[in-house]
């Protein structure tokens, strides 16, 4: 009887095979979940560097030119701000423009650089908005807010970044 018992215990049997392929089947489908969560994060932050690295740029072409100021709000233009080939590229070299044209020409290539980095949100007007404030008296500031949405798959609401440029107004130029 002794080498019965022996024989019993030398392999494994058919359900604890089963059992252990069971565990280790559920611990990776975990272990995916986690790696896709991971990615879905990154893209978040990913579009949300975007979005940041895109609002300062706006705010540093309000701060290159501070007279401009109503320009820069982008419910002034009715539709949406035009291109006046202010800025040289490869293919122009660009004309001299008014303060006016340049903030245009400004928030235009903004909201395409936006279009481009970004996927659109539900509402395309609200992808890229500045909303200027000016100053309620003399000696206080003008105030700008940059607000950038863009939408991720699979989420109903739109991501939004929004940010606030304080600024003096210049004295006008003559």
């Known amino acids: 009887m002794g080498a019965r018992m022996q024989l ?12 252990a392929l069971v565990v280790l089947s559920i611990g990776l489908l975990g272990i995916a979940g986690l790696f896709v969560e991971s990615l879905r994060s990154s893209r978040t932050a990913l579009l949300r560097t975007h979005a940041v690295n895109l609002a300062g740029d706006i705010a ?3 701060l290159a030119n501070g007279n401009a100021r109503d320009a820069y709000d982008t419910a002034t233009y009715a539709g949406a701000p035009a291109i006046r080939r202010c800025a040289p590229t490869a293919a122009d070299v660009g004309i ?3 303060v ?6 400004d928030l235009a290539r903004w ?3 936006v279009s481009n980095a970004l996927p659109a949100p539900a509402d ?13 008296n003399p000696g206080r500031p003008d105030r700008y807010r940059i607000t950038i949405a863009w939408q991720e798959p699979g989420i109903n609401e739109p ?12 004295p006008p130029i003559s």
Do not use: K, W
């Open 8 to 19: 019993r215990e030398r392999g494994v049997t058919m359900v604890e095979s089963l059992v």
């Open 124 to 136: 395309p007007a609200t992808a890229a908005v500045v909303d200027h404030t000016r100053a309620a």
């Open 60 to 62: 540093d072409r309000i």
């Open 96 to 98: 001299n423009c008014s």
């Open 159 to 170: 991501y939004t970044y929004s940010t606030e440029l304080v600024m003096m107004p210049r």
């Open 100 to 105: 006016a044209e340049l903030a245009e020409d």
């Open 111 to 113: 909201q395409a650089a």
